[in-house]
Protein backbone atom coordinates (compact mmCIF):
# COMPACT_ATOMS: atom_id res chain seq x y z
CA UNK A 1 0.00 0.00 0.00
CA UNK A 2 1.61 3.12 -0.90
CA UNK A 3 0.81 6.14 1.97
CA UNK A 4 1.58 10.11 1.29
CA UNK A 5 1.76 12.29 3.91
CA UNK A 6 2.28 16.12 3.12
CA UNK A 7 3.94 18.56 5.78
CA UNK A 8 4.69 21.94 6.47
CA UNK A 9 3.66 25.53 7.68
CA UNK A 10 -0.03 26.08 7.47
CA UNK A 11 0.48 30.21 7.36
CA UNK A 12 2.80 31.76 5.10
CA UNK A 13 2.99 35.56 5.29
CA UNK A 14 2.69 37.03 1.47
CA UNK A 15 5.97 37.64 -0.48
CA UNK A 16 7.49 35.14 1.15
CA UNK A 17 7.88 31.22 -0.02
CA UNK A 18 5.31 28.12 0.75
CA UNK A 19 7.06 25.19 1.34
CA UNK A 20 5.46 21.45 1.84
CA UNK A 21 7.21 18.16 1.97
CA UNK A 22 5.59 15.07 0.77
CA UNK A 23 6.36 11.63 3.21
CA UNK A 24 6.16 8.41 1.08
CA UNK A 25 5.98 5.40 1.97
CA UNK A 26 5.30 1.36 0.26
CA UNK A 27 7.14 2.61 -2.52
CA UNK A 28 10.89 4.17 -3.81
CA UNK A 29 10.50 7.34 -5.25
CA UNK A 30 13.11 6.59 -7.30
CA UNK A 31 12.37 2.90 -8.58
CA UNK A 32 9.48 4.85 -10.93
CA UNK A 33 6.29 6.86 -11.36
CA UNK A 34 5.86 10.81 -11.89
CA UNK A 35 5.04 12.29 -8.06
CA UNK A 36 3.00 15.66 -8.04
CA UNK A 37 1.14 18.13 -6.51
CA UNK A 38 -2.09 19.69 -6.73
CA UNK A 39 -3.59 22.66 -5.06
CA UNK A 40 -7.31 23.33 -5.11
CA UNK A 41 -8.28 27.47 -3.44
CA UNK A 42 -11.26 27.25 -0.90
CA UNK A 43 -14.29 27.29 -3.46
CA UNK A 44 -12.32 26.39 -6.52
CA UNK A 45 -11.44 23.27 -8.86
CA UNK A 46 -8.34 21.56 -8.53
CA UNK A 47 -4.68 22.42 -10.24
CA UNK A 48 -1.92 20.67 -11.00
CA UNK A 49 1.12 22.22 -9.98
CA UNK A 50 4.28 20.47 -11.16
CA UNK A 51 5.57 17.06 -11.34
CA UNK A 52 9.09 14.83 -10.93
CA UNK A 53 9.57 11.92 -12.04
CA UNK A 54 11.80 9.31 -10.96
CA UNK A 55 14.67 9.95 -12.20
CA UNK A 56 14.18 13.83 -11.29
CA UNK A 57 13.03 15.09 -14.52
CA UNK A 58 10.62 17.99 -13.36
CA UNK A 59 7.59 19.12 -15.62
CA UNK A 60 5.61 22.48 -14.13
CA UNK A 61 2.14 24.19 -14.87
CA UNK A 62 2.99 26.73 -17.58
CA UNK A 63 1.32 29.58 -15.27
CA UNK A 64 3.33 28.40 -12.43
CA UNK A 65 7.11 27.84 -13.56
CA UNK A 66 8.63 30.94 -12.74
CA UNK A 67 7.99 30.13 -8.94
CA UNK A 68 7.86 26.60 -8.61
CA UNK A 69 10.39 24.17 -7.82
CA UNK A 70 10.11 20.42 -6.99
CA UNK A 71 12.57 18.59 -5.48
CA UNK A 72 13.28 14.64 -4.15
CA UNK A 73 15.09 13.19 -1.22
CA UNK A 74 15.70 9.84 -1.73
CA UNK A 75 17.46 9.11 0.79
CA UNK A 76 14.40 10.12 3.25
CA UNK A 77 11.86 9.24 0.17
CA UNK A 78 10.50 11.95 0.30
CA UNK A 79 9.75 15.21 -2.49
CA UNK A 80 8.94 18.74 -1.72
CA UNK A 81 6.95 21.43 -3.30
CA UNK A 82 9.23 25.62 -3.04
CA UNK A 83 6.43 28.39 -3.90
CA UNK A 84 8.39 31.50 -4.37
CA UNK A 85 6.57 35.11 -3.55
CA UNK A 86 3.27 33.68 -2.08
CA UNK A 87 0.05 35.51 -2.20
CA UNK A 88 -3.30 35.15 -1.24
CA UNK A 89 -3.87 33.46 -4.41
CA UNK A 90 -2.03 30.85 -3.15
CA UNK A 91 -3.98 29.70 -0.53
CA UNK A 92 -5.78 26.69 -1.32
CA UNK A 93 -5.24 22.75 0.23
CA UNK A 94 -2.08 21.55 -0.93
CA UNK A 95 -2.25 17.74 -2.10
CA UNK A 96 0.97 15.47 -2.95
CA UNK A 97 0.03 12.56 -5.04
CA UNK A 98 1.39 9.43 -7.15
CA UNK A 99 0.62 9.30 -11.08
CA UNK A 100 0.28 5.72 -11.55
CA UNK A 101 1.07 4.25 -14.84
CA UNK A 102 -2.45 3.39 -17.12
CA UNK A 103 -1.73 2.11 -20.75
CA UNK A 104 0.32 5.08 -22.11
CA UNK A 105 -0.77 8.10 -19.25
CA UNK A 106 -0.42 8.66 -16.07
CA UNK A 107 -3.21 9.82 -13.35
CA UNK A 108 -3.18 10.30 -9.77
CA UNK A 109 -4.02 7.69 -7.98
CA UNK A 110 -2.73 7.40 -4.48
CA UNK A 111 -2.93 10.72 -2.61
CA UNK A 112 -2.12 12.43 0.35
CA UNK A 113 -5.01 13.86 2.85
CA UNK A 114 -3.98 17.01 1.92
CA UNK A 115 -2.77 20.29 3.91
CA UNK A 116 -4.27 23.61 4.46
CA UNK A 117 -1.75 26.51 3.61
CA UNK A 118 -3.01 29.83 4.10
CA UNK A 119 -1.06 33.09 2.72
CA UNK A 120 -1.68 35.83 5.13
CA UNK A 121 0.26 38.30 7.32
CA UNK B 1 -1.14 23.98 -22.18
CA UNK B 2 -4.27 22.04 -23.33
CA UNK B 3 -7.42 23.68 -21.71
CA UNK B 4 -10.47 21.48 -20.40
CA UNK B 5 -13.95 23.14 -20.61
CA UNK B 6 -15.84 21.37 -18.49
CA UNK B 7 -19.99 21.36 -18.12
CA UNK B 8 -21.89 21.75 -17.24
CA UNK B 9 -20.51 23.69 -13.57
CA UNK B 10 -23.44 22.04 -11.30
CA UNK B 11 -26.31 19.83 -11.68
CA UNK B 12 -28.93 18.70 -9.67
CA UNK B 13 -30.72 15.47 -10.21
CA UNK B 14 -32.48 12.35 -8.28
CA UNK B 15 -31.33 9.22 -6.93
CA UNK B 16 -31.77 7.06 -10.12
CA UNK B 17 -31.30 9.75 -12.93
CA UNK B 18 -28.82 9.20 -15.53
CA UNK B 19 -25.93 11.90 -15.26
CA UNK B 20 -23.52 13.09 -18.19
CA UNK B 21 -20.91 15.11 -17.38
CA UNK B 22 -18.53 16.40 -20.58
CA UNK B 23 -15.25 17.48 -21.10
CA UNK B 24 -13.47 19.32 -24.13
CA UNK B 25 -10.11 19.70 -24.65
CA UNK B 26 -8.52 22.59 -27.12
CA UNK B 27 -6.61 19.95 -28.68
CA UNK B 28 -6.59 16.19 -29.34
CA UNK B 29 -5.57 14.66 -26.50
CA UNK B 30 -5.23 11.08 -27.70
CA UNK B 31 -7.68 9.61 -25.14
CA UNK B 32 -5.11 10.38 -22.19
CA UNK B 33 -8.51 11.44 -20.56
CA UNK B 34 -9.62 10.42 -16.81
CA UNK B 35 -11.97 11.01 -14.48
CA UNK B 36 -12.38 11.90 -10.88
CA UNK B 37 -14.87 11.81 -8.26
CA UNK B 38 -13.97 14.55 -5.26
CA UNK B 39 -15.67 14.59 -1.94
CA UNK B 40 -15.20 17.48 0.94
CA UNK B 41 -12.32 17.06 3.04
CA UNK B 42 -11.22 13.67 0.92
CA UNK B 43 -8.32 13.39 -1.59
CA UNK B 44 -10.18 12.85 -5.14
CA UNK B 45 -10.50 9.42 -6.27
CA UNK B 46 -9.70 7.90 -9.85
CA UNK B 47 -13.02 6.72 -11.55
CA UNK B 48 -12.04 6.20 -15.35
CA UNK B 49 -8.65 6.42 -16.81
CA UNK B 50 -7.74 6.66 -20.88
CA UNK B 51 -10.93 7.74 -21.53
CA UNK B 52 -13.12 4.27 -20.92
CA UNK B 53 -11.41 2.26 -18.84
CA UNK B 54 -13.03 1.87 -15.60
CA UNK B 55 -10.55 1.60 -12.81
CA UNK B 56 -10.64 -1.31 -10.22
CA UNK B 57 -13.22 -1.24 -7.91
CA UNK B 58 -15.49 1.36 -9.23
CA UNK B 59 -18.90 0.49 -9.61
CA UNK B 60 -20.18 -0.22 -13.40
CA UNK B 61 -22.53 2.36 -13.22
CA UNK B 62 -19.72 4.61 -14.20
CA UNK B 63 -18.80 4.69 -17.69
CA UNK B 64 -16.97 6.98 -20.11
CA UNK B 65 -16.26 7.74 -24.05
CA UNK B 66 -14.83 9.94 -26.38
CA UNK B 67 -11.95 11.12 -28.29
CA UNK B 68 -9.90 13.14 -30.06
CA UNK B 69 -11.33 16.43 -28.09
CA UNK B 70 -14.62 15.10 -26.59
CA UNK B 71 -15.19 13.11 -23.69
CA UNK B 72 -18.12 11.77 -21.61
CA UNK B 73 -19.10 10.60 -17.94
CA UNK B 74 -21.80 8.91 -17.78
CA UNK B 75 -23.84 7.62 -14.43
CA UNK B 76 -26.42 5.31 -15.16
CA UNK B 77 -28.15 5.37 -12.16
CA UNK B 78 -27.27 8.00 -9.56
CA UNK B 79 -26.98 6.79 -5.92
CA UNK B 80 -27.09 8.81 -2.73
CA UNK B 81 -22.75 8.27 -2.19
CA UNK B 82 -22.62 9.69 -5.81
CA UNK B 83 -23.39 13.54 -4.51
CA UNK B 84 -20.30 14.80 -5.18
CA UNK B 85 -17.59 17.07 -7.41
CA UNK B 86 -16.53 15.45 -10.66
CA UNK B 87 -13.52 16.08 -12.69
CA UNK B 88 -12.19 15.41 -15.75
CA UNK B 89 -8.12 15.19 -16.43
CA UNK B 90 -5.73 15.17 -19.62
CA UNK B 91 -2.07 13.81 -19.47
CA UNK B 92 -0.90 14.93 -22.72
CA UNK B 93 3.23 15.54 -22.88
CA UNK B 94 3.43 15.17 -19.60
CA UNK B 95 1.43 18.39 -19.13
CA UNK B 96 -1.82 17.79 -16.66
CA UNK B 97 -4.75 19.86 -17.03
CA UNK B 98 -8.15 19.11 -14.69
CA UNK B 99 -11.40 20.44 -15.89
CA UNK B 100 -13.16 23.06 -13.72
CA UNK B 101 -15.30 20.70 -11.91
CA UNK B 102 -19.03 19.83 -12.00
CA UNK B 103 -20.76 19.52 -8.90
CA UNK B 104 -23.63 16.68 -8.43
CA UNK B 105 -26.09 17.60 -6.27
CA UNK B 106 -29.60 16.31 -5.05
CA UNK B 107 -32.40 17.43 -6.81
Known amino acids: QVLLQESGPGLVKPSETLSLSCAVS?????????WGWIRQPPGKGLEWIGS???????YYNPSLRSRVTISRDTTTNRFSLMLFSVTAADTAVYYC??????????????WGQGTLVTVSS | AIQMTQSPSSLSASVGDRVTITCRAS??????LGWYQHKPGKAPKLLIF???TLQTGVPSRFSGVGSGTDYTLTISSLQPEDFATYYC?????????FGQGTKVEIK
Open chain 2, 89 to 97: LQDYSYQWT
Open chain 1, 97 to 110: ARLGDYDRWHFFDY
Open chain 2, 27 to 32: QGVRNG
Open chain 2, 50 to 52: AAS
Open chain 1, 52 to 58: IYHDGST
Open chain 1, 26 to 34: GYSISSGHF
